[in-house]
């Protein structure tokens, strides 16, 4: 009998391990040929609701639905084996009780095949985090600058710069991290909030826009690699410019068909040889 030796993947109780110790390296993914790339590179991949701005155009993300969601986050798991894959519930698949988060946390975990969901909030949605931990939902919670709240919050500006939304937003990453949720995402606040939450709670924080003392950072792929050319938020590292890479390969290309260099050659089935027709007797 073959003993099956499958790589396994980083697993959500490896990733609660790292609190203070190797920092977390986690990005986006929403697509099979791009995760096929990040996989080996990164400790979790998170199939963001972002991608209703960077892969369908819209100008927020409150358009996306659950079945996107799990589609996106299906063709993830596909292609990898090695990242831990977190799929975002959207915007108005969970808010409305902890049940509605059940429901929409189970369709995710099982038609896609990830370990864990995201969900954004802080004090409000403590029981709902609850709610999923104690029936073996691994959640991920996400405070301070909350896209799904962008109406309430007047834009995407950071947070936590005034006491009084300093001291809610403290409150609500302990409160989701006492909930339960097995790590936590600190969104665009004032750096030393993310710097002080990160102490007062034991679970791992993986700022986006949050502090070098977080426990794990997280870009959106297609901000770091200049796919994304909307507005780049302060907190991004553009690592490459894609962008202009795809402008140049459209040009080159268009220049080629234009001018009869493509396709060459190389590039067509010749047809096949005909049998030589037999000697006439
Ligand atoms: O949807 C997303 O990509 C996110 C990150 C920005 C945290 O939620």
Redesign the pocket.
Same mark, same amino acid.
């Given at each position: 009998m073959s003993v099956q030796t499958r790589p396994r993947r980083v697993s959500v109780t490896q990733i609660q391990a790292r609190k203070g110790g190797d920092k977390l390296v986690c990005l986006?993914a929403y697509t099979a040929s791009v995760a096929r790339h990040l996989d080996q590179e990164v400790d979790l991949l998170?199939v963001? @609701?972002?991608l209703a701005m960077t892969v369908y155009g819209f100008d927020s993300?409150l358009p996306v639905t659950l079945d996107m969601m799990i589609a996106h986050g299906a063709a993830v798991v596909r292609v990898t084996e090695h990242a831990l894959v977190t799929v @975002?519930l959207p915007f108005g698949s969970y808010q409305a009780s902890p049940e509605q988060a059940f429901h929409a946390a189970a369709r995710v975990l099982a038609e896609t095949g990830c370990a864990a969901v995201?969900l954004e909030g802080g004090e409000e949605m403590a029981e709902t985090v609850a709610f999923l931990a104690r029936r073996g939902v691994p959640v991920m919670g996400?405070v301070g600058l909350t896209?799904q709240a962008v109406n309430a919050l007047g834009g995407y500006r950071s947070r936590g710069h005034a006491e009084g939304e300093r001291d809610k937003i403290m409150r609500d990453g302990v409160a989701i991290a006492e909930a339960g949720a097995f790590s936590l !995402?600190i969104?665009g606040t004032a750096e030393s909030l993310a710097r002080e939450l990160t102490q007062a709670v034991r679970v791992p924080t993986i700022g986006?826009g949050g502090s070098p003392a977080c426990d794990g950072q997280?870009l !959106?792929v297609d901000d770091m690699l200049g796919l994304f050319a909307e507005f780049t938020p302060k907190f991004v590292k553009r690592y490459r410019e894609l962008g202009e890479e795809i402008r140049m390969a459209a040009r080159d290309y268009a220049a080629d068909v234009r001018h009869g260099r493509f396709p060459a050659a190389e590039h067509t089935y010749p047809a096949p040889r005909r049998p030589k027709p037999a000697a006439a007797e």
């Open positions: 986006t998170l963001g @609701d972002s993300t @975002d995201k996400h896209p !995402v969104e986006i997280l !959106v």
